[in-house]
Structures are given as C-alpha cells and as structure tokens.
C-alpha cells in the first residue's frame, strides 16, 4: 500500500491505505476529514486497506485471518472483514475493492463534467465512491468499535467553550444541529470551538470527543447566514458556485450539498466534559419554547435518532444473524446497536443540563442561532 492516513475518533484510531489506482478515494478522504500529520503512538484499532481488485483484497484478507467474513453493500464496496485480538481490545481489519452497484454502472458511462451536475453534492464516480465508503463502510465499523470502548455516536453537533464546558445539540436532520453550533464558533470563536458536526461522539463517563467527519452544508444553513456563505463561496471555483446557485435556485433550501472539512482554526479542544444536552425540534410554534428533559427520555429519543440515521448503513449489523459463530467478528445486531448505544447515553447523560428547545418552523438562521447565543449565556450564568 503506497498512500495512507490516520484518523482518530475518540478512543478509536484509524488507518486508511490506499493502493495507488485508488488514490483518488483517499486523496478526497484526505481533504473531507482532519488527518492526523503523525501516526498515533498505538496500533490503529480499525485498518481499512482499499484495493484495486477482489483477488488482492481476497487474499490480502486471507493472510491476516484464519476467517475472513465477506460482505458487499451493494452499491460502491465489496468488504473482506478479519478480526484479531490485541490483549484485551479488538482489532479489525476491512480490505475494500470498489465495485459497481447499479447507480455507478449507469453513471460512469457519462462524462464526468455532466455528472457533476446532475448530482447535488457536485460529485463524480470518484466522489460517490469515497461517500458510500466513508457512510456505508467505515461509520457502522466505527460505531461497533467505539461499543467496544464504552463510546458511541449521537445524531449530534457539540461545542466545547472556553471554560471547557461541552454542549450537544441532538435533533432529527434539519432540525438546526449544525445552524445552532456553526453561529456560536464561526459568529464568537473566542467564546466557542467545534468538536463535530452531525455526529458526536461521546462515552459513558460524560465526556465529548472531536469528531474529524466532514460537515455537510446546505443552503438551509447559509441562507441569512453570511459568514457561513462566504467561507463556503470562498471554498469553490466558479463552475462549482455555478452549480451550487442553480440547484439552490431550482429545488429551494435543501436543493444542493457540501462536503467540506472542518474549517482551519475553528476547534482547539480534542475532549470536553458535557455540560449542557439540549435537543432541538421544529415545530409549528410561533416562539421558541424551553423544557427540561429528563435522561431517560433524551436516552431513548437519541437512540432512535441514532437507529433511523443506521438503518440504510445496517449490512455489517445484519451480518450477525448469518454467522455461525457471530461472536467471533465482534459484530452487535443493529437492535443490540441501540440498546448498548442508549445506555451509553444514560450514563453520560446523568446529572447533565438537558433541555427540549421547540424551534418554529420558519425561524431563520440568524433568529436560531442568536436565541442559541442567549440561551446559553443565561444557562451558565445561572450555574
């Protein structure tokens, strides 16, 4: 393998190599997420090799395991999984061909400046590739491993301020996660700084971990939002922003997409303790409404949440119903998922600030953010 990165999350670390025929996966990897310039100090807890042929991934996975359990998600990967054991951890190892789902065998007939835009996330083969890779392949085998480790994702944006508080905003998607977090850090980066986008990480001792994932932009988020606008404009060349104004034009505020990493100097912390959960809804209210939500129910509200975001990534997860000794590849079924993930978030979660924040529907970017902004400021001063 001639390319590689290093991701960490959490209390997992990563490695991703690459064989130079598809390099282009990890070159995109490598701009959409926050590498690491130096190999962590221990032995990476997942290792996902990407090779150009089934027959080098096939026999690649042979050689590090005695069983190698094989799976395809049926759309841009075909998986070979092997498991060892490190002393008293697990370590896994994915070796990913690329393949052709039906979706890519129609679209790599065309040219790729029309595929571009035809896509909303102005992708190309390459890009639908790395996409299914990283939400197909790589965040269901994060989630099982951060299990292992008393972590788990949550459908989340955090920030961590300046006295090291952490603060989650859970909701569904679109509910104003990534609106509510980008204003405090992009509008006040001296009082705020990011720890993740739309997932979280946090573990059972209450603690939230920077989460490298890139952010997805919409234009929901950078409509009245002009700082956000213009570090995204900044972001593109011409024909890209071309693109980005048609699809916004054509299809309105969900029309359109960005895959961008999280932007240079917005986060300085790695972990903070959770100080504030606060779970966002929109409703048709004409002003926003606070109440308290007790522990269990954020529990199993996020648990939900977190088993809806799963449900089109659950392959690796059905894979223990087919197997005869499930055990052996430390693989929980997508329900065990849930219940493991939702008793992680009861004990982080207890004794924390949490709160159910009814946004109206037509609030703007600006109203939700700035309301965000007061809210907090009243909550921890009342501490």
């Given at each position: 393998?001639?390319?590689?990165?290093?991701?960490?999350f959490?209390?997992?670390?990563?490695l991703?190599?690459?064989?130079?025929?598809?390099?282009?996966?990890?070159?995109?990897?490598?701009r959409?997420?926050?590498?690491?310039?130096?190999?962590?100090?221990?032995?990476?807890?997942?290792?996902?090799?990407?090779?150009?042929t089934?027959?080098?991934?096939?026999?690649?996975?042979?050689?590090?395991?005695?069983?190698?359990?094989?799976m395809?998600?049926?759309?841009a990967?075909?998986?070979?999984?092997?498991?060892?054991?490190?002393?008293?951890?697990?370590?896994w190892?994915?070796?990913c061909?690329?393949?052709?789902?039906?979706?890519?065998?129609?679209?790599?007939?065309?040219?790729s400046?029309?595929?571009?835009?035809l896509?909303?996330?102005?992708?190309?083969?390459?890009?639908?590739?790395a996409?299914?890779?990283?939400y197909?392949?790589?965040?269901?085998?994060l989630?099982?491993?951060?299990?292992a480790?008393?972590a788990?994702?949550i459908?989340?944006?955090?920030?961590?301020g300046?006295?090291?508080?952490?603060?989650?905003?859970s909701?569904?998607?679109?509910?104003?996660?990534?609106?509510a977090?980008?204003?405090?850090?992009?509008?006040?980066?001296?009082?705020?700084s990011?720890?993740?986008d739309?997932?979280?990480?946090?573990?059972?001792?209450?603690?939230i971990?920077?989460?490298?994932f890139?952010?997805?932009?919409?234009p929901?988020?950078t409509?009245?939002?002009p700082?956000l606008?213009?570090?995204?404009?900044?972001?593109?060349?011409?024909t890209?922003r071309?693109?980005?104004k048609?699809?916004?034009w054509?299809?309105g505020?969900?029309?359109?997409?960005?895959?961008?990493?999280?932007l240079?100097?917005?986060?300085?912390?790695?972990?903070?303790?959770?100080?504030?959960?606060i779970?966002?809804?929109?409703?048709?209210?004409?002003?926003?409404?606070?109440?308290?939500l007790?522990?269990?129910?954020?529990a199993?509200?996020?648990?939900?949440i977190?088993l809806?975001?799963?449900?089109n990534?659950s392959?690796?997860?059905?894979?223990v119903?087919s197997?005869?000794?499930?055990?052996?590849?430390c693989?929980?079924?997508?329900?065990e998922?849930?219940?493991r993930?939702?008793?992680?978030?009861?004990?982080?979660?207890k004794?924390?600030?949490?709160?159910?924040?009814s946004?109206?529907k037509?609030?703007?970017?600006q109203?939700?953010?700035?309301?965000?902004?007061?809210f907090?400021?009243g909550?921890?001063?009342?501490?």
């Open positions: 393998m001639d390319s590689r990165i290093f991701l960490t959490g209390p997992v670390n990563i991703v190599e690459s064989e130079p025929e598809v390099g282009a996966i990890l070159d995109i990897l490598s959409w997420f926050l590498c690491n310039d130096v190999q962590p100090t221990t032995s990476p807890d997942i290792v996902f090799r990407l090779a150009n089934r027959d080098i991934a096939k026999s690649a996975a042979e050689g590090l395991a005695m069983e190698v359990l094989h395809e998600d049926n759309r990967w075909e998986v070979f999984l092997s498991v060892s054991q490190q002393n008293t951890t697990t370590a190892q994915y070796v061909v690329p393949r052709l789902g039906a979706r890519l065998r129609i679209i790599k007939h065309f040219p400046f029309f595929i571009r835009f896509s909303p996330e102005f992708a190309d083969l390459p890009y639908f590739r996409s299914y890779f990283v197909n392949v790589m965040l269901p085998a989630q099982v491993a951060l299990l480790r008393g788990t994702f459908h989340a944006s955090s920030i961590v300046r006295e090291g508080e952490g603060v989650l905003f909701g569904w998607g679109g509910s104003g996660k990534t609106t977090s980008s204003y405090l850090y992009l509008t006040n980066p001296v009082a705020w990011f720890l993740s739309d997932l979280a990480i946090i573990d059972r001792k209450g603690r971990w920077l989460n490298p890139p952010i997805n932009i919409f929901y988020n409509n009245t939002f700082r606008a213009e570090l995204l404009d900044r972001s593109m060349a011409y890209e071309l693109h980005w048609v699809f916004r054509v299809f505020m969900k029309g359109g997409m960005r895959r961008r990493a999280p240079e100097g917005t986060y300085r912390e790695c972990l903070a303790k959770i100080s504030f959960g779970h966002i809804e929109r409703r048709f209210v004409s002003e926003f409404q606070v109440e308290t007790p522990a269990s129910e954020f199993k509200i996020a648990k939900n977190l809806f975001e799963l449900r990534k392959t690796l997860f059905s894979l119903n197997i005869k000794d499930g055990a052996r590849f693989i929980p079924s997508l329900d998922v849930g219940i993930a939702e008793a992680i978030y009861s004990s982080a979660l004794d924390i600030n949490l709160r159910r924040v946004v109206p037509n609030a703007s970017t109203e939700v953010g700035k309301f965000f902004e007061d907090l400021q909550e921890n001063s009342s501490l």
